[in-house]
């Protein structure tokens, strides 16, 4: 736990400094016990290409594709995943987070893409909140190390950046992967209107409060539903502020 | 599948290029395995005007009506369709995207309305986009060919023009349907208040995620919810970000 | 069935005047079949100082209360209601539009109002969009006569005003009913805070899709989502824009 | 009740004050029957410490956390509670209403935060609205006492305060609890960045129709639903705008 926590805030730091320039945001936004970088979802590339979704825990496949001439984008959320609170209250708790999954495919000839060529990335919800407040000349850079904490860390970083441009005329979406290993850096730019720019921003800002599992505790039956307030057992209901 | 590929570039590249005067921009946002002009709803002329809608896959009528001195305009979701996906996963993929429909019928009295010369122009979740993201000084244009890729191909052709008017007080849509073989061009003008437009903008935002199919992706089960995360397979659970 | 309908076009004319100015506007947004001023909604006066909720068919009452020093504002959403389609598709049709419901109540001491004499007034659609869309140096006035084309036409009018007060830093809402059998004029005002008025454009904009019935059509399982599309019968299945 | 109602208006007199100033602004938003500082949440700190959220009525944890140098802050939902209506009607009203929970707690160490010695604060629905509404530029103050009313009444009082950095670059959120019995002043500061600023403003504005309880009232079945409104009775349904 402590090693994942490491890496997410090592994680967060790189992404949040550009931001704000200050290492006391470095210590962004968690999920519930820490992002985990090794998430919960299979990655066949073929599954992925043939489906759009890659994902172990999403059985339907829905994701919004932005195809351009030199690569195509597609996106789509991964919902959060819950575990079991192990006290007996039924209780349950985000587990991993959810994300928006943006995948770059280079095109290979018109209108062709190397499905076996995608480059993934994920935004934790408070990149997404980047993403979704950022202004007609804004510009965001995140950067990931995929394999953060395992033996493979270092091996290779990816650096994603939006960039308004025209005053907000387009946008252009460049995933960049460097491999210290194979000395390679790939880079993958799509072009965005500014209308995929608002399907993005308007379905991101759609998906946020899922991804962080707020709609599912929406959802819940809320107590006393059942029963009048007098019953309510005082011994069972400090004060909401005022508990020390 | 690659006919309507193709035809459902081309169709983004007349809408998109208007709005991005580029050609990179041209292959613009396509529904899960493209979207097919050809879709499946029932357009019963009788029926329309009877229901306000004109979807096989919609039970429940609720068309937004502007009903204006010239012409009367619906406006209605209608939803993506699914299929199943071969492997025996169970999964659903979008098969077809849906879209915002706009429905023009012209004005033959003082609020009498021709149901039978009603015209239809359908919005993509991009040129939705477009539409939400529509400044108080902005403009937008689409062109849509309803037969394209068919032998009827050409034959006519749609353009959807919605303008700003004083810096936002009011706006205008138009659609103009042009008809090579009648040589006939008809022009339907609805002139929208700040209003009006607010719950078009409102509406077609709430209504985005659920034409490209996220809400319902959002209201699966997520995996994990029924056991403890050490149960988890490291086998089925590849790095989020890292897959080659 | 056109009495209602001129019923509400005159409702709408006296309304969008206002805002655009222009005749040509003064047939706004109509829910289908358009909306009736005798809706579907029993207002015991008791029963809604005691709930806070005069619908007959909202079996829950969560209205969002500003109490102050002149007035109460109460504010909750009634949603549409639907008739089945005669023809035996088991379709249903929105038979009334929704509305956000506004009830003005006076003060007849410090914190005490007189339940006895709320004044309400329903928002359509519209009106609702007209609301979520002012700036912070906006002002909107929407004129109803509650008993139009009833015998009772013209004995009384009302009007809602809602005006931003230094730059948006406030809001007075005041509703004024003319009464010219009884020659009397009653004017209940409301000062709303930035902060009140925010949950009122994000509530509202939340409701709006639900009081034109979009939310139910969303929930629908779509066509398609049970089978193949290669089962799709093209008969039944003609060009989504392309009818005549 | 009326206890509980003075409590509720001093309340929101000394956070709406800052807000506008005017007394008459001074009796804020209610929740129906008011909102009762001792509200029906079990607040044992271990068990937030633990799960991040300490609502007895809710049985799954979400919350979003931003941990920083000096303290780490969590916010999450907490809904409103419901009690039946006495009358036969099996009607059900908003009994609490529900707040979004800040949390804070001081960092002992490098990314080390004392569990035990948090403060909470919870934003009403309008002091949500004033979050959400809040400019690149603003500033906000709440004043909460909470145990108002009760015996220990004034011997605490906590102050939140959200202030706008460098134009809306960053936001300080702090809480300031002052302890007149110990003559103790505690203040816990987080430094907000805008993209975490963005999810706060996102998600408050998906919970605040919830924590006041409209989302539940949005999902009955409307009536009308089952028949033709032909069968309505017109002694049940009167005139919307007009019952006296």
Not at 62 to 83: D, E
Not at 133 to 154: L, V
Not at 165 to 180: A, C, F, K, P, Q
């Amino acid at each position: 736990m402590l090693k994942q926590w490491r890496s997410l805030l090592s994680r967060n730091l790189s992404s949040k400094t550009l931001l704000s320039g200050k290492w006391g945001d470095a210590r962004g936004a968690l999920c519930p016990h820490g992002f985990e970088p090794r998430a919960a979802f299979s990655t066949s590339v073929h599954d992925f290409s043939a489906t759009g979704n890659s994902s172990a825990n999403a059985r339907l496949f829905a994701p919004y594709k932005i195809y351009k001439g030199k690569a195509a984008l597609t996106v789509h959320p991964l919902l959060p995943t819950f575990s079991k609170i192990d006290s007996g209250t039924g209780g349950l708790r985000v587990d991993r987070c959810g994300v928006i999954m943006l995948t770059f495919c280079p095109a290979i000839a018109e209108r062709k893409y190397d499905w076996d060529k995608c480059q993934k990335f994920a935004l934790s919800p408070t990149e997404v909140g980047s993403l979704i407040s950022m202004s007609a000349h804004g510009a965001s850079e995140f950067y990931h190390d995929p394999s953060m904490k395992s033996r493979n860390s270092g091996q290779v970083s990816k650096k994603l950046s939006i960039k308004a441009l025209d005053g907000g005329n387009s946008y252009m979406i460049s995933l960049t992967v460097t491999n210290n290993n194979l000395k390679s850096t790939e880079r993958l730019n799509v072009s965005v209107t500014t209308a995929e720019f608002a399907v993005l921003k308007t379905t991101c800002s759609f998906a946020l409060p899922h991804i962080i599992g707020w709609d599912r505790l929406m959802n819940q039956l809320p107590k006393g539903i059942e029963g009048s307030p007098s019953k309510v057992n005082p011994k069972q209901h400090p004060d909401l502020e005022w508990d020390r």
